[in-house]
């Protein structure tokens, strides 16, 4: 039997959604592996309704909080995310010991938590 084929695209900016598991399924992974994830993400993605309000940040859902962005807020957040993750990978860490890695890894997640006071779309990382 041929391998599955299919004809995907990839364009720039924030996605509502994770295809991970589809890429795992697609790539044969192990089943056991497949449904941990599955279950995983369903406990991660319960927002059980039980009461409701919103204001301009927050919509609450039952226990559970959902941050409600705009997209000039997702569009600057993921731009911060990924300016973030290009100053993380250009730290030269096989130069570094330990603690000299540490102290650049933490300046760089201290200026990013900075960044998320005035961001929704990034608070939800921390």
């Given at each position: ?22 890429v ?7 089943e ?16 059980s ?28 957040g ?47 990382f921390?």
């Open positions: 039997m041929a391998p599955p084929r299919a004809h995907l695209w990839v364009e720039e900016g924030p996605c509502d959604q994770s295809f991970g598991i589809h795992a399924e697609f790539a044969q992974f192990p056991n592996v497949i449904a941990l994830a599955k279950e995983k993400a369903a406990e991660l993605e319960d927002f309704s039980v009461s409701g309000y919103v204001d301009q940040t927050m919509e609450e859902v039952g226990v559970k909080r959902k941050r409600v962005c705009g997209p000039d807020d997702i569009s600057r993921a731009a911060l995310a990924r300016n973030f993750l290009q100053d993380f990978s250009s730290l030269p860490l096989d130069q570094m010991d330990y603690e000299q890695a540490f102290q650049a890894v933490n300046k760089l997640k201290s200026g990013l938590e900075k960044d998320a006071v005035n961001n929704s779309w990034l608070q939800q921390f």
